[in-house]
């Protein structure tokens, strides 16, 4: 039987739980600008750090405080690059490519396209000997895209449209990027069912063919007109230092390809059934 000073102190552990559990992930998430999310995550202190559970670009998870606000990040140093690379599943890759950098040039340029809603803020930051992108970690997050299908758990009906918007915009980020790693693992889903999509360190090869232009059904409008204005200055200025030349002109040619692919399907289909 246990005891009334026992039942006190457990009830104490569980209310200090309670609380952490919340500070990261729920009713005490900063209302933070983007600036102050980066100034945070250059410079707060790491209180703790693991290994991250998912994923194979060796990232971390960093708790992280300034003394006065404690919050969770991802920290990926990884830049890793090989003539020929052959995977598990039989694809081979000739100038692979797996660099930290690559995270925060598609955060930037997902700003250009109004698109920062749907990943989370990314910068660079220098922790124990290593270089590499941190980002805000994701408040709320229920599951991932891949755990959502292995445990067939459907999309609430009032929200499938607006859910399946988000994955026109996740789909066109993949092609635009021409990301080689866009496994569902990437795509978090919050308990609001909203999406963000994360890991972009094997992005932005050189190919300027877009690699699966199935994937494009519906845009946004607005997005689209975003695309369509997209300047290659722009993005060069946005992604400085962490894309090449190379890298910044294939991005383009595929923004070309995929506004004409839209183009050509507002043409045959109309506009009521291309954009939203």
């Given at each position: ?7 006190s ?5 569980s ?8 500070l ?10 983007e ?9 707060a ?23 006065t606000?404690?919050?969770l ?18 694809r081979t890759?000739i ?20 698109l ?6 990314y ?14 970690y994701?408040?709320?997050e ?9 445990r067939n ?8 449209g ?13 092609q ?6 866009p496994?569902?693992t990437n ?30 059904v ?13 300047t ?19 991005l ?21 059934q291309?954009?939203?």
């Amino acid at each position: 039987m246990i005891s009334r000073r026992m039942r006190s102190l457990l009830l104490a552990l569980s209310l200090i739980c309670l609380a952490r559990v919340s500070l990261f992930f729920g009713a005490d998430e900063p209302n933070f600008t983007e600036q102050q999310k980066i100034d945070f995550m250059q410079h707060a202190k790491v209180i703790n750090s693991k290994r991250a559970k998912k994923g194979t670009s060796n990232a971390w998870d960093l708790t992280l405080s300034d003394g006065t606000v404690t919050h969770l990040a991802s920290f990926q140093p990884i830049h890793e690059s090989k003539p020929f690379m052959q995977f598990a599943d039989g694809r081979t890759e000739i100038n692979f490519k797996d660099f930290w950098q690559y995270n925060i040039a598609a955060y930037r340029i997902a700003k250009l396209l109004g698109l920062d809603d749907m990943v989370p803020v990314y910068t660079e930051r220098k922790w124990n000997g290593m270089v590499g992108s941190i980002s805000w970690y994701v408040a709320d997050e229920q599951f991932d895209e891949a755990d959502r299908h292995k445990r067939n758990i459907p999309v609430p009906e009032a929200l499938v449209g607006g859910y399946n918007k988000q994955m026109y915009k996740v789909r066109l980020m993949t092609q635009l990027f021409y990301d080689t790693d866009p496994n569902l693992t990437n795509v978090l889903v919050t308990k609001e069912w909203k999406i963000w999509r994360i890991d972009f360190s094997r992005a932005f090869r050189t190919n300027d063919k877009l690699a699966e232009p199935k994937d494009l059904v519906q845009i946004d409008r607005q997005l689209l007109a975003k695309l369509r204005a997209l300047t290659t200055d722009q993005v060069a200025e946005a992604t400085k230092p962490y894309l090449n030349k190379s890298e910044v002109k294939a991005l383009m040619a595929r923004r070309d390809k995929i506004v004409a692919l839209f183009d050509k399907m507002i043409a045959e289909k109309g506009e009521n059934q291309v954009l939203y």
